[in-house]
């Protein structure tokens, strides 16, 4: 997942986070000065070579980049493609959808649905300059007018919205670090080198306390710290507060560092969500409209 942050009004974090059971781990973080969490495509794509050189160093490959509307822009899609990455993003209502011999169908904007209601377009081109092939799905979730549009380098379906509604988790970690957990709001820095110092501890210190939260629910030892019948906390604060139980009686903090795959054994409590989130589409019924365009 890739999002921005700004901080004290100055300064605008760049990161890349694994999106993982809920929260995201940063991956590769940048602080730059800069006044609004607007970034142009100019000043993201250094960090995203240095990013994709963290990956092919680990001999991953097959990745899914996942990003809000404000990181629709077609040299990032290009670029993307040229690394074989493939991407979810939101797209803004004012867009063109054109065939790929780059006859305009309609905009964005015109397409009016129904109440739960999903549509597909499949090899298409996008904006005036007809950049594509790109896939494009279009959902209205609720009874109020506004719709969700996602740009996919593959196929989209109803399960589209299910993948890019991960992207939330990265919003989630801003808010661990602001004023969820760690503080970061209340630090008197403001120079560019220390902040970058600062994220860099506080990403380890994320991932230190997620690990240590997994294991502790992994064990079976969850109800020590979370009193929930079903697991009521994310892994990042079960960690933190195992971490200050352990400490407290001078006990072993980790046995390990690792982070397994695979799905959640145990999911985080059912939350009231609001109709608009995107999450919410696979729980309700929808009706989906496929395209096929010649």
């Known amino acids: 997942a890739l ?46 070579a240095r990013v994709k050189g963290i990956l092919d160093a680990l001999g991953i490959h097959d990745v899914r980049l996942l990003a809000d509307r404000g990181f629709c822009d077609t040299e990032l899609m290009d670029w993307l493609w040229a690394c074989g990455w493939n991407y979810r993003i939101r797209i803004k209502s004012n867009l063109i959808l054109a065939d790929l011999a780059g006859q305009r169908l309609c905009k964005l904007d015109d397409i009016r649905l129904r109440p739960r209601e999903t549509r597909c ?15 494009v799905a279009v959902a209205r979730p609720t009874d109020v007018q506004e719709q969700w549009q996602v740009v996919s380098s593959e196929p ?28 970061l709001e209340s630090s008197k820095i403001r120079d560019v080198t220390s902040l970058n110092r600062l994220v860099m501890v506080l990403a380890l210190a994320t991932l230190f306390l997620v690990t ?83």
């Open 121 to 135: 377009f499949h090899n298409v081109a996008i904006t005036g300059q007809a950049f594509g092939p790109v896939h």
């Open 3 to 48: 999002d921005t942050s700004m901080l004290f009004g100055k300064f605008c974090l760049i990161r890349f986070a694994v999106t993982f059971r809920g929260r995201s781990l940063p991956l590769h973080q940048e602080v730059i000065q800069h006044e609004s969490a607007q970034v142009s495509t100019r000043q993201l794509l250094p960090v995203f």
């Open 156 to 183: 989209t379906d109803l399960e589209t919205f299910a993948e890019y509604g991960e992207r939330f988790q990265i919003e989630e970690g801003f808010l661990d670090d602001k004023s969820g957990l760690h503080g």
């Open 212 to 294: 240590k939260g997994v294991q502790i629910v992994t064990e079976g030892k969850r109800r020590m710290v979370d009193a929930h019948w079903q697991r009521g906390l994310s892994y990042l604060k079960i960690g933190e507060r195992a971490m200050r139980w352990a400490l407290s009686r001078g006990l072993e903090v980790f046995t390990h560092l690792a982070l397994p795959g695979g799905p959640d054994p145990e999911p985080l409590g059912k939350r009231k969500k609001k109709c608009s989130d995107p999450i919410t589409l696979l729980e309700v019924g929808w009706t989906l409209v496929l395209r096929p365009l010649s």
